[in-house]
């Protein structure tokens, strides 16, 4: 019964998301969006791979096909230029179609990743592993901190179900802009940071926390703002490693140093734009993009009247709150 509860939880959510996918009939009505796919049809593919990693000559680079001032990753963009490449929708209308499918795809899974972190938080009994007594106490002390929740699957259909209705997340899925990849990849991490922190009773899964920084990296290739997550994956991490041994023996030393290398690694890989050169041993960031960043942060200003953040410029917090609480979820929804 609870599967096919879950099977119709993600039913409704499917339908929400791709439901009038060509909402504004090829008029182009998101401005990021049709940034996102001004930049995406410019692009051309690189010749090779050693081109693709080059942010001085790669035509995926914004900066080298006459878009200089560009705030966001690239993973997204490129991902859609490639299957629009590979299925002949590269043109300005299919584009955004084809992006706006992928959007929707990825907030989809959204769905699912809320219903495993609840569900994992939810699960009163992790099967422990065999050791000492005070590895055992530390694991009773882990196991009491995760799962403050009663044991009940109830509770993970219903906040799958509540965000496979919520409006914000359906609306930001008909958009093909970088929001729903980077909340996905986001969610991702913690999740599988989560994961680990309690799985860790069980045998230290590693290849969670490999999957935590690809999954975090990916994040990064979508918007830079998805480091503002990274200390509360580093939180449960770190907490775990603390808990299980010493944080300074060799092991646990190594797989915190592993897990930033793999962060910088696969963004190098993903985004390899960011950087100012293709040297993986060079770190320096792109000069373009931190200059693209400063004049962001000064249209911010109220005396620069940027249209975009006009709507911004003498509102308090609390209109932030007022929007998400009658627009975005709804009052109810807001309230419990």
């Not at 990825?106 to 972190?117: A, E, G, P, R």
């Amino acid at each position: 019964m609870k599967k096919f509860l879950l099977i119709l939880i993600l039913s409704v959510g499917l339908y929400f998301r791709f439901i009038g996918v060509n909402w504004d009939q090829n008029q182009h009505l998101h401005p990021d969006e049709r940034f996102l796919t001004m930049v995406g049809t410019a692009m051309k593919m690189p010749k090779s791979f050693s081109d693709y990693l080059n942010p001085k000559t790669s035509t995926f680079n914004p900066e080298n096909i006459g878009y200089k001032f560009y705030v966001y990753g690239t993973f997204p963009v490129v991902l859609n230029k490639l299957l629009a490449a590979a299925n002949g929708a590269d043109n300005y209308n299919l584009f955004t179609i084809q992006g706006r499918m992928l959007s929707a795809f990825f907030d989809f899974l959204i769905i699912l990743l809320v219903y495993k972190t609840a569900k994992l938080l939810t699960n009163r009994h992790p099967e422990r592993s065999e050791g000492s007594s005070d590895r055992r106490s530390r694991n009773a002390s882990l196991d009491s901190s995760v799962t403050s929740f009663p044991q009940n699957d109830n509770i993970a259909l219903w906040a799958a179900f509540f965000y496979a209705i919520a409006v914000y997340p359906i609306q930001t899925s008909h958009f093909f802009t970088t929001d729903t990849f980077l909340n996905f990849f986001m969610f991702g991490s913690f999740y599988l940071a989560l994961r680990y922190y309690v799985g860790a009773l069980r045998a230290m899964p590693l290849q969670d926390l490999i999957l935590s920084a690809i999954f975090f990296s990916l994040a990064l290739a979508c918007k830079i703002s998805a480091v503002y997550i990274l200390p509360l994956i580093l939180f449960f991490i770190i907490r775990r490693v603390l808990l299980k041994e010493s944080p300074f023996k060799g092991e646990s030393f190594c797989k915190l140093i592993g897990f930033v290398l793999l962060i910088y690694f696969v963004l190098r890989l993903a985004d390899p734009y960011y950087f100012q050169s293709a040297n993986f041993f060079d770190p320096r960031l792109n000069s373009s993009f931190l200059n693209s960043i400063k004049s962001l942060t000064q249209f911010t200003r109220p005396d620069v009247w940027y249209p975009p953040t006009v709507q911004w410029i003498g509102k308090p917090v609390s209109f932030l709150l007022i929007n998400l609480m009658f627009f975005g979820v709804g009052i109810p929804y807001f309230i419990f």
